[in-house]
């Protein structure tokens, strides 16, 4: 089993920053990915970015060039800086681990809230 603990969420007002971070208890999958699903409310979960243990990131197109996502091997840790956050990013997000590169997540953080607004 692997436990997610994530951390970084708040109240940010429009333009604002924030970095989530997720730590992962162990990684028991040699090539892996880890990365953030987000959720808002009445809408489904969707994929926001991911690193794999390669180091290769890919992002939605709605957080790409304002989102980071980087990784430290390491400690199991995986890091999002979001820059320039609008309303619309506004939702509960979800540490994941995968067993493979672009496969779904095999893992789950519990999620923690992301809210823009002034």
């Known amino acids: 089993q692997v436990q997610l ?5 708040g109240l940010v007002q429009p333009g604002g920053s924030l970095r989530l971070s997720c730590a992962a208890s162990r990684i028991i ?11 808002a409310p009445g809408k489904e ?4 970015g991911r690193i ?3 180091g290769t990131t890919n992002y939605a197109d709605s957080v790409k ?3 980071t996502i ?7 840790t995986v890091h999002m800086q ?3 956050l609008k309303p619309e990013d506004t939702a509960v997000y979800y540490c994941f681990v995968a067993s493979t590169y672009y496969s779904g997540p095999n893992y789950w953080g519990q999620g923690t809230q992301v809210t823009v607004s002034s």
């Open 70 to 76: 980087s990784r430290d091997g390491a400690k199991n």
């Open 29 to 39: 999958f040699s090539r892996n990915a880890m990365g953030w699903y987000r959720q």
């Open 82 to 84: 979001m820059n320039s």
């Open 5 to 9: 603990v994530e951390s970084g969420g």
């Open 52 to 54: 794999t243990s390669a």
């Open 65 to 67: 060039g304002r989102f």
């Open 45 to 48: 979960r969707e994929l926001v």
